[in-house]
């Protein structure tokens, strides 16, 4: 049985990048995932944008994290030789009635210290953004973020930590963990069983799956499902920041320009999915993020 002191279950940004990091030290490190590729999964479909704290109430883990995150990520990418693009954000007001939600996010911005962030006027939009509707009555402009490819990412950091030792091991699903008696599991796989001293659950939307085969029950994913669209390069000169028009838990209208050149647009109401593989695109959400986009 090959032994490990840390399984790590999940591929995907966060799996990798706890691989890699754990890889710094004398560790025996086995990274599993069920997909033939790293960052395949979940990994691939957000925004991939490393934005401000303005979307995370204060108080919270995720806000604190993002703090500073565009520099970290700037150093990082040197390390492991992968691109991003500097990408700016404009939270925009088409209506009057829109105003008093952007002077709410500015005094988010505040309470967390952002210091390249300011409301502007109609005029200024529009230097920045020619092509922006003729109804923006201003917007809050968010400096020194990014735009990056995750499953690029993923990619460059398994590498890392492969050529610092870890083992990688693809297809290779994770069906069943058990408490070995007096310290450490057991992980069985579709093909092989091992033994760890430690476990990582970064396995996305299986979390709580994972975790339920060692008894714990309290993981509660709620399911939500978005549309992005993905335009031709042809296009990428037509928006140079993120922009964003409404959002909220339930909906969100963006337009942002990709790491490579791409436009993307999205992404829409949220339904609830069908199941954790409901990822069928249909001509009306399509239909609505294009709408929504254009309304920008």
């Not at 952002?114 to 400096?143: F, M």
């Not at 396995?203 to 992005?228: F, H, N, P, S, V």
């Not at 999205?266 to 069908?274: D, I, K, N």
Request: some cysteine; proline content about 5%.
């Amino acid at each position: 049985m090959k032994e490990f002191d840390v399984a790590i279950i999940g591929a995907g940004i966060i799996g990798s990048f706890i691989a890699r990091e754990l890889s710094r030290y004398e560790l025996r490190i086995g990274l599993f995932d069920k997909e033939p590729f790293p960052g395949v999964a979940v990994t691939k479909a957000g925004v991939s944008l490393i934005h401000s704290p303005l979307m995370c109430p204060p108080g919270t883990l995720k806000g604190k994290l993002s703090m500073g995150a565009p520099e970290r990520y700037k150093k990082l990418a040197g390390e492991l030789d992968v691109p991003f693009r500097e990408v700016d954000e404009l939270f925009v007001a088409l209506h009057e009635s829109q105003m008093a939600n952007l002077e709410a996010l500015r005094k988010r911005a505040k309470e967390y210290g952002l210091k390249d962030c300011e409301l502007i006027g109609p005029e200024r939009v529009r230097t920045l953004e020619p092509h922006v509707s003729e109804k923006v009555k201003g917007a809050l402009y968010v400096r020194g973020l990014l735009a990056v490819y995750p499953p690029e990412w993923a990619f460059a950091l398994c590498e890392n930590a492969q050529t610092n030792g870890a083992e990688l091991h693809l297809r290779e699903k994770v069906t069943g963990l058990s408490k070995k008696e007096g310290f450490g599991y057991e992980v069985r796989t579709e093909r092989d069983l091992f033994s760890a001293r430690f476990l990582v659950n970064a396995a996305g939307l299986y979390a709580d799956e994972i975790a339920a085969m060692l008894g714990d029950g309290d993981i509660e994913l709620k399911l939500t499902k978005g549309t992005m669209a993905i335009l031709d390069k042809s296009l990428g000169h037509l928006v140079r920041h993120t922009i964003y028009g409404t959002f909220s838990g339930e909906h969100s209208q963006l337009v942002t320009p990709t790491a490579h050149g791409n436009l993307m647009i999205g992404l829409g109401r949220f339904p609830t999915p069908r199941d954790k593989q409901d990822t069928y695109v249909t001509r009306d959400k399509l239909e609505e993020v294009i709408r929504m986009s254009q309304e920008l």
